[in-house]
């Protein structure tokens, strides 16, 4: 696989800036869930960098368990407005107090859907926490309780999210060259 320098236009938002939000954002968290159940549900697999580094930053005791989800049109990142779970929880989430991970809100169909699914098990209370809200995408309303940052309109990768599976690994937010890749649409 080519250096990933051959699809960046410019970085987003560094690595330094990310940390520094991460923290707040862990700080306010253990602010509002001081002596509740937390825990929290990451989405495999662009929610992994943030959850693990959202969770140092977290100062209450916690929990954490994972799905996978995939949407109807594999590879295409419009959803339809329905996801198929691909791995489901570990444990069940009844009377707790679930903070839902997310790397990216976009159009909000996934998130809206993982929403429906997750309330019919019946959490004491379930709120979102994303990284990246592409506010100006937004096609379905959804919740957002905790927001890292709003971006604009542009597709991004690093920190958990890819191109084509790749440059998950690195610690910055990135946008791409649209010249060297095409988004799936
Ligand atoms: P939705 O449109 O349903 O809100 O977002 C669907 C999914 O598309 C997100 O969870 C994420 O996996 C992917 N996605 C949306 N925007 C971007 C982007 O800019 N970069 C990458 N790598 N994935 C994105």
Request: overall charge negative.
């Amino acid at each position: 696989m080519r250096d990933y320098r051959e699809f960046l236009k410019e970085t987003l938002i560094d690595e330094d800036t990310l940390q520094e939000r991460i923290a707040a954002l862990g700080a306010e968290i253990s602010r509002e869930y001081q002596g509740k159940s937390l825990h929290l549900i990451c989405i495999l697999r662009g929610g992994v960098m943030f959850l693990t580094d959202l969770m140092r930053q977290i100062s209450i005791p916690h929990t954490i368990d994972f799905m996978a989800i995939s949407s109807y049109g594999a590879g295409s990142r419009r959803s339809s407005g329905q996801v198929r779970l691909t791995m489901d929880l570990k444990d069940d989430i009844g009377g707790r107090d679930v903070l839902l991970v997310e790397d990216i809100v976009d159009s909000g169909y996934t998130l809206s859907s993982i929403l429906e699914l997750l309330t019919l098990r019946k959490p004491a209370s379930l709120k979102v926490c994303t990284l990246l809200d592409k506010a100006e995408r937004r096609e379905v309303d959804v919740p957002i309780d905790y927001c890292g940052f709003v971006i604009p309109n542009a597709f991004v990768f690093g920190y958990g999210l890819d191109l084509d599976e790749y440059y998950r690994d690195l610690p910055f937010i990135g946008i791409v060259n649209p010249e060297r890749f095409q988004p799936p649409e």
